[in-house]
């Protein structure tokens, strides 16, 4: 079973950075197209950006410009690159399969919270 263990969350200011990784213990991660996704407070949990097997990503209107996702095969692990961070993008985020109806086993999320 494909599990996903999330780091890097943390509190910034608004216009800061912070890095997300996600390291998977499955052996076939490199066939997944995985994602990240968010969850704010009171909120359900929303798509952000995802990243198939061969590189091609998706992300939505709000972080485009903003956020890049990449994957690393040998490691099993994909990133999360979040720049000029905004209120708004305050939430716990999770990787996983894409899509979400695909999502199997959900980490405990890392936490990110932008203010000032």
């Known amino acids: 079973q494909v599990q996903f263990v999330e780091s890097g969350g943390g509190l910034v200011q608004p216009g800061g950075s912070l890095r997300l990784s996600c390291a998977t213990s499955?052996?076939?991660?490199?066939?997944?197209?995985m994602a990240w996704y968010r969850q704010a407070p009171g909120k359900q949990r929303e798509f952000v950006a995802s990243?198939?097997?061969?590189?091609?990503?998706n992300y939505i209107n709000s972080v485009t410009g903003r956020f890049t996702i990449s994957r690393d095969n040998a490691k099993n692990t994909v990133y999360l690159q979040m720049n000029s961070l905004k209120p708004e993008d305050t939430a716990d985020y999770y990787c996983?399969?894409?899509?979400?109806?695909?999502?199997?086993?959900w980490g405990q999320g890392t936490q990110v919270t932008v203010s000032s």
């Open positions: 499955g052996s076939i991660f490199s066939i997944y197209t």
């Open positions: 990243i198939t097997n061969s590189g091609f990503t």
């Open positions: 996983n399969k894409f899509p979400i109806r695909a999502a199997v086993g």
